[in-house]
């Protein structure tokens, strides 16, 4: 054992110096472009709903596969955290869009709950009419204040019925479940929502939710649970575009894509094949997996091959890579009218075969190894890094491999670095400088981006990590029963990239740092008082009553003393 612990330490010391040795940063990334984006080109912020609503039973919401999760078994969750309340964001609409409204965006990325419209998850059962009200509301709001919604329908919150009763992703029947539910919604919100999401990162839910096990539903079906649960979802995609296609595009005039969150896969050494194609599988097996159905009508050449080829050593008859039938080909081919991608970070890849006997695995499929560079600025979560570069790397991949369709940036954002109650988020601003720099690059490089979302608006929920990872523009203090919201110095930031559609000049962006440095001092200390307050809040609603008993009782005997004696 220790031997094979000595190899491997050797081994990846040995990679660390290969990393050193041929890689000294690429050269594009050390010059900053000064440049305006596109006319029209649209600024926003994200969020979805589990992580930020609350109200979990509220309304007439049924449960979601997260609740469920969430109140499932210890251990699950850091801090064994729930999303019950969150945010607190099914009450606190009005207050967010002043945040919307101040941070000037031109649009909002969210999400619907299927639960909290449909408690069992099919529309033929109930619909909850306070669900559809709520989010009518939402919209009606977002419309007057001149943001456009950019609405996902579903992001893993799962209605936890279609669990129970069908195995969730696992089973064919959700494709028409969820084409019901799409319907409701196209049909519901449709007159003011143009940009529909079906689906955002699936392979997580895909990965996480029926891989690892480390998100709800909680399932360990290595090897063949995710590809079954992302075929059945990709063919829900496809149906619900075809739905909005037939039914609702030439009275609604609206897009339909998907969102696919991914890595840049770099190779350690792009002098040797065997990584670049290493890298090439990273990228197939996390946006091809999903993209290269919706734009080409199959998966990427190199998952057949290498998990039918895995299947077969492993003595099965089938690969365990599910495949589309011809009919099924060309329905789900051409199904996206933009590309919706998600990026936070970067990985070297390198090659590294894996036997067939230790067993199928998504990490075995893919044969290779996933590293990072020490010197990258690690940030709050522990697989995010900054690394700019990888960004414009990847949108330079979704542009030439799909034939330049239209993008929409639906995910991007680093979470706090520390764990105290910071709003001077001073790394968070060279983040966001960073990747909406590189971005700005791939726009020069051709790539067809039509709008950027940064996430998020709000600190939430962070799934696995309950409240620990903060992404937030504003800073929620989760202690307080209010959930008071509290900006930091990037939203400061943000607004001026906003304002400015990019970054006009060196001596403009200089003066947004000082200024949005200034600005989170002045908020820091409106924070540190906030305990206080929240105590004070405390006092009244508890201490000040039982003042008010007290008394009561003390006069009442007062008053019995007084008619006794005069008795
Ligand atoms: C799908 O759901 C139906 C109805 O409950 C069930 O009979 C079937 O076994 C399920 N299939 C899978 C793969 O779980």
Redesign the pocket.
Known sequence: MRVVWAVTLLWMLLLVCRLGAVRTGPPEEATFYYGTFPPGFSWGVGSSAYQTEGAWDLDGKGPSIWDAFTHGRKGRVLGDDTADVACDSYYKVQEDLELLRELRVSHYGFSLSWPRLLPTGIRAEQVNQKGVQFYSEVLDALVKSNITPIVTLHHWDLPQLLQV???GW????MVTYFDDYANLCFEAFGDRVKHWVTFSDPRAIAENGYETGRHAPGLKLRGTGLYKAAHHIIKAHAKAWHSYNRKWRHKQQGLVGISLNCHWGEPVDTSNPKDIEAAERYLQFCLGWFADPVYTGDYPQVMKDNIGRKSEEQGLEVSRLPAFSLQEKSHVKGTADFLGVGHFTTRYITERSYPARQGPSYQNDRDLLELIDPNWPDLGSSWLYSVPWGFRRLLHFAQTQYGNPPIYVTENGASQKFHCTQLCDEWRIQYLKGYINEMLKAIKDGANIKGYTSWSLLDKFEWEKGYSDRYGFYYVEFNDRNKPRYPKASAEYYKKIIAANGFPSPREVEGWHLKALETCSINNQMLAVEPLLSHMQLVTEVTVPTVCALGVLIAAVLLALLLRRQG
């Open positions: 009763r069908y195995g696992q089973n064919a029947s």
